[in-house]
């Protein structure tokens, strides 16, 4: 499936600036982490299949590792955002496929 570069910068933006990370209560925007535009990647086909639902998001975040300790380890997404980000970023892809 090819996404359109545009649509899939669009998303990136509103996911990177909606969603961070937080350790030891520091939060990193994904934007600022580069990662907002890989998960964009991953949860462009639940946008365009209608497919926004919690344990679909849910299983995107737990298999996107984030290297940490320059790759030492790696852990999931998920592991790293709060809770209140998940409900963000399912409200941003809600948003963005009324866009669409």
Known sequence: MS???ETLEALAADIGEAVYIDVARW???LNDANL???LAEQLYP????????DAEITAVLRGLAVPLGGGRNTIPLRDLIPSTCERALKQVL???KDRL
């Open 3 to 5: 996404i359109p570069t």
């Open 27 to 29: 939060h990193l925007y």
């Open 36 to 38: 907002h535009t890989q």
């Open 46 to 53: 639940l946008v365009e299949n209608d497919q926004i639902a």
């Open 94 to 96: 809600e948003d963005f």
